[in-house]
């Protein structure tokens, strides 16, 4: 990745993100360069008896064994006439590198979380969900839930409330939380979790958006701190991300008190910087 590219890519709060425009069959489709970690030729792969539907084989990359997932299958369209041709993404998700195949990526866009729209609730429960939708140049972009496509393929990725079950019955806490998350699936897979932790005191906000809104309203509120003790934030969101609320809430004399947790698929070097550029601690 060039020094230029790194200088994007590690600028924190701006509210804006990189979207990398992808196509299958005859539609366009996005995905946030923040997933990518490279975009090679489609390569020979080698098949795995008995495995999901829509995992075509594995290919070796460098020292890496990757699987593949073919997003035509996954979209339901037709395959592309020259496979040769076709282009495998590179993504890292939950540190699990996937190559998703598709027929050709055309470019990047630059472009505000302010200008994604939230799919309508017909378009989030459809088998491939939506997290936003985007238009540029007279051409409309679905940016799909990757994050949905692999836990379809291997539940085993997702947040596990069993696991949370096996500590034993929890004893209930007062701590009030502040969520911020756009995918229902989500939301309620981190409310089922925080409440068999003992935590039952949760709030939703649909994008940080509206989560700071709420924040922003309330900051002179006395008892503001008597109804809040945690914000948990998704990073990717449409109308503010959470990168944005974050820094919004750091830098208000009134809220930078609040402790902020981000929750994302998106856990990586880079996303270790920017988070320390807007004042998350990490361990």
């Known amino acids: 990745m060039n020094e230029s590219k790194q200088e994007i890519l590690l600028e924190t709060g701006t509210n804006e993100l990189e979207v990398i425009v992808f196509e299958v069959g005859s539609y366009f489709f996005g995905i946030n360069v923040m997933k990518v970690r490279e975009i090679i030729s489609a390569q020979t792969i080698t098949p795995i008896p008995n495995s999901h539907k829509h995992i075509e084989g594995i290919i070796r990359l460098r020292d890496e064994v990757i699987t593949v997932v073919n997003l035509t299958d996954v979209l339901g369209l037709e395959a592309s006439e020259d496979k040769s041709e076709d282009k495998f993404i590179i993504s890292e998700l939950n540190q699990l590198k996937v190559a998703f195949r598709v027929h050709d990526v055309s470019r ?9 729209q939230k799919p309508n609730e017909l378009a989030q429960n459809v088998d491939t969900a939506a997290t936003g939708l985007l238009k540029v140049e007279d051409e409309m ?7 949905k496509i692999i ?21 209930r806490r007062n701590k009030k939380i502040a969520v911020a998350e756009d ?10 979790t925080l409440r068999e932790a003992g935590y039952d005191q949760i709030e939703f906000f649909e994008d940080g958006e509206s989560l700071w809104n709420y924040l922003y309203d309330r900051k002179d509120d006395p008892n503001l701190v008597d109804d809040l003790h945690l914000i948990i934030t998704d990073i990717e969101m449409p109308k503010m991300d959470g990168h944005h609320l974050t820094k919004r809430i750091k830098e208000n004399e009134e809220l930078k008190h609040f402790p902020v947790i981000i929750f994302s698929s998106l856990i990586t070097e880079t996303l270790f910087y920017k988070g320390k550029g807007i004042g998350l601690m990490h361990k």
């Not at 990047?108 to 994604?116: A, F, K, L, T």
């Not at 972009?141 to 994050?147: G, K, P, V």
């Open 108 to 116: 990047i866009h630059r472009v505000s979380w302010q200008d994604i």
């Open 141 to 147: 972009i679905l940016l799909l839930d990757f994050e």
């Open 151 to 171: 836990v379809d393929i291997n539940p085993e990725r997702s947040i596990s409330v069993e696991k949370v079950k096996q500590l034993g019955v929890r004893e």
């Open 183 to 192: 995918s229902a699936t989500l939301r309620k897979l981190i409310g089922d």
